[in-house]
């Protein structure tokens, strides 16, 4: 999914690819979009424009406007633009690379869950939207931009480890690595898409030469403090790795009181007391 910068080409060329004629640029302009492409890390803003060209933040936003109404680029959000693909139009051009403006409007953030699951090869599921989750509090939690779905999930800011930099052009974007990505998922089984997704992806860790490290994920649980997510964890990990004892001898020495369910959004019928975990019939099967 690496996006590449798009390059400037010639009016005239670019014409053939939009389906449409670009506004005109003069001399001028030409040059300083040109010299704006060159610099840019795959996104725009006024402040961007006005420290590549030297202009005044507010010259600089004009001239971003100018250039949107023209074709050149495409506003994503106020004061966020992207280069228009060769084969886009400016009224219909899709994000190239989510994760880019992902990180420019919502950081600090990473990139997790199922989208995390994804880059590390962890799910064959195909999902449509980016999942973010990020400090802020965002009113719209599901925005689409430019043709791309983001789902957003707010964390504190002392969560922001188990991370991993991802060089998208020139831009480092934070994504979980992956015993990050499933402990998140143990957090709130909706970020692996449910629980079948996120149990799918637990399995797909601990097959995986390169990325099974159970002892992260027991070390990534506690440190996030989450009772319920050590259950779901010894339970998941005697299920299907028990011959990592020394793991699940770890979970089961930091139990904490009380009884939870393996998916919150599941129904559960069967308690599993050694972990007081609430399962759904199929996974005490399973044990058997």
Not at 226 to 231: E, R
Not at 253 to 270: E, T, Y
């Given at each position: 999914?690496?996006?590449?910068?798009?390059?400037?080409?010639?009016?005239?060329?670019?014409s053939?690819?939009?389906g449409?004629?670009?506004?005109?640029?003069?001399?001028?302009?030409?040059?300083?979009?040109?010299?704006?492409?060159?610099?840019?890390?795959g996104?725009?803003?006024?402040?961007q424009?006005?420290?590549?060209?030297?202009?005044?933040?507010?010259?600089?936003?004009?001239?971003?406007?100018?250039?949107?109404?023209?074709?050149?680029?495409?506003?994503?959000?106020?004061?966020?633009?992207?280069?228009?693909?060769?084969?886009?139009?400016?009224?219909?051009?899709?994000?190239?690379?989510?994760?880019?403006?992902?990180?420019?409007?919502?950081?600090?953030?990473?990139?997790?869950?199922?989208?995390?699951?994804?880059?590390?090869?962890?799910?064959?599921?195909?999902?449509?939207?980016?999942?973010?989750?990020?400090?802020?509090?965002?009113?719209?939690?599901?925005?689409?931009?430019k043709?791309?779905?983001?789902?957003?999930?707010?964390?504190?800011?002392?969560?922001?480890?188990?991370?991993?930099?991802v060089?998208?052009?020139?831009?480092?974007?934070?994504?979980?690595?992956?015993?990050?990505?499933?402990?998140?998922?143990?957090?709130?089984?909706?970020?692996?898409?449910?629980?079948?997704?996120?149990?799918?992806?637990?399995?797909?860790?601990l097959?995986?030469?390169?990325?099974?490290?159970?002892a992260?994920?027991?070390?990534?649980?506690?440190?996030?403090?989450?009772?319920?997510?050590?259950?779901?964890?010894?339970?998941?990990?005697?299920?299907?790795?028990?011959?990592?004892?020394?793991?699940?001898?770890?979970?089961?020495?930091?139990?904490?009181?009380?009884?939870?369910?393996?998916?919150?959004?599941?129904?559960?019928?069967?308690?599993v007391?050694?972990?007081?975990?609430?399962?759904?019939?199929?996974?005490?099967?399973?044990?058997?």
């Open positions: 999914m690496a996006s590449a910068l798009i390059p400037f080409v010639k009016e005239e060329q670019r053939q690819y939009s449409r004629p670009p506004g005109g640029l003069g001399a001028q302009s030409r040059a300083q979009l040109s010299k704006v492409l060159r610099a840019s890390d996104t725009l803003s006024p402040r424009v006005a420290e590549i060209l030297d202009l005044p933040p507010g010259k600089a936003a004009r001239l971003l406007s100018r250039w949107a109404a023209q074709g050149w680029v495409a506003r994503v959000r106020r004061g966020l633009y992207v280069p228009v693909p060769l084969e886009g139009r400016a009224g219909d051009a899709a994000l190239e690379d989510p994760w880019l403006v992902a990180e420019r409007l919502f950081s600090p953030c990473y990139i997790g869950g199922w989208s995390a699951a994804e880059h590390w090869g962890l799910t064959e599921q195909i999902f449509r939207s980016t999942l973010v989750l990020t400090v802020r509090k965002p009113r719209d939690r599901s925005p689409t931009l043709g791309a779905r983001f789902q957003l999930r707010t964390v504190n800011a002392q969560s922001l480890f188990g991370l991993k930099a060089w998208r052009g020139r831009v480092k974007v934070s994504v979980s690595d992956p015993a990050r990505t499933v402990v998140d998922m143990l957090v709130d089984p909706r970020l692996g898409g449910g629980l079948r997704g996120t149990v799918d992806t637990f399995r797909a860790f097959d995986s030469k390169e990325w099974r490290d159970v992260s994920l027991v070390r990534y649980a506690r440190r996030l403090g989450n009772g319920a997510v050590i259950k779901r964890m010894g339970f998941l990990l005697e299920t299907y790795a028990p011959e990592e004892a020394e793991a699940i001898a770890g979970c089961r020495a930091h139990l904490s009181k009380g009884n939870a369910r393996l998916d919150p959004g599941v129904p559960a019928r069967r308690l007391t050694a972990w007081r975990l609430w399962v759904p019939d199929s996974f005490v099967k399973a044990r058997r």
